[in-house]
């Protein structure tokens, strides 16, 4: 039967708790640092907004770059079936 294992046979799965669980904390840091930046930027503290955009960049690139690493070491690829095709 089509379907009936999660995931498919034959795939190696990434651990949850290796680069997507630090990727998900990068992103809740990334959007608390953007709330702020929004919050200096309202208040007319131009200093504090900067920090806060930078801090939100270089959030974003370590973000992207630990996104790389894992779509590169990833055991499996985009035609691996819906298992690939749906991570990719």
């Known amino acids: 039967m089509i ?9 190696s799965v990434l651990d949850p ?3 997507p669980f630090l990727n998900t904390l990068i992103l ?3 959007g608390a640092a953007v709330t702020w930046a929004h919050h200096a930027i309202l208040a007319g503290l ?4 900067v920090y806060a955009l930078i801090a939100t960049v ?10 790389g690493i894992e779509y590169i070491e990833a055991p499996f690829t985009i035609s691996d ?8």
């Not at 131009?46 to 907004?49: D, H, L, R």
């Open 17 to 19: 708790w290796g680069i």
């Open 28 to 30: 809740l840091s990334s």
């Open 46 to 49: 131009k200093q504090q907004a």
């Open 58 to 67: 270089f959030l974003a690139l370590v973000f992207t770059g630990f996104q």
């Open 3 to 11: 379907g009936a294992i999660w995931p498919p046979k034959g795939i």
């Open 81 to 88: 079936g819906i298992y690939g095709s749906t991570f990719f």
